[in-house]
C-alpha cells in the first residue's frame, strides 16, 4: 500500500530540461516528506532536493541551485522536480523517498525509509 513511482526520465542534450514526477500511495504522500537523490554509475547515492510536507520550504544540493525545482501537487499525491539547464554530470539514476527526517538527517539517506525503484536522466555532451 506505501509505495512511491518514479517517471520522467529520459535522454536530454546539455541545455535541455526534464521534469520528473514522484506520485505517492495515499499513506505515503499523507504522512512523509519527499526528497530527491540521485546516484551515478560508481558513485554514491547523493541528496538532490527536498520539500517539506506542509509549507513551501526547500532545499537543494549547491550543485543544483538556480536550476532545478521542487514542487508538489497535492490533488494527485505527487511530487516533482523540473530541471533545466542540464549538464552531463546531472546523468544519474534518479529517486524519490519518504520518511520523516529530523533537520540535520533530511539531505541524506538515512532520513528516509521509503524508496522508489529510481528513473534514468542521461544528459549528452
Known amino acids: 500500500q506505501v509505495q512511491l513511482v518514479e517517471s520522467g526520465g529520459g535522454m536530454v542534450q546539455t541545455g535541455g530540461s526534464l521534469r520528473l514526477s514522484c506520485t505517492a500511495s495515499?499513506?505515503?504522500?499523507?504522512?512523509?516528506?519527499l526528497a530527491w537523490f540521485r546516484q551515478a554509475p560508481g558513485k554514491e547515492r547523493e541528496f538532490v532536493a527536498t520539500?517539506?510536507?506542509?509549507?513551501?520550504?526547500?532545499w537543494y544540493r549547491d550543485s543544483v541551485k538556480g536550476r532545478f525545482t521542487v514542487s508538489r501537487d497535492n490533488t494527485k499525491n505527487t511530487v516533482y522536480l523540473q530541471m533545466n539547464s542540464l549538464r552531463p554530470e546531472d546523468t544519474a539514476v534518479y529517486y524519490c523517498a519518504a520518511g520523516n527526517p529530523i533537520l540535520s538527517s533530511q539531505r541524506t539517506e538515512g532520513g528516509y525509509r521509503l524508496w522508489g525503484q529510481g528513473t534514468q536522466v542521461t544528459v549528452s555532451s
Open positions: 495515499k499513506e505515503a504522500y499523507s504522512s512523509y516528506q
Open positions: 520539500l517539506k510536507r506542509t509549507g513551501t520550504n526547500t
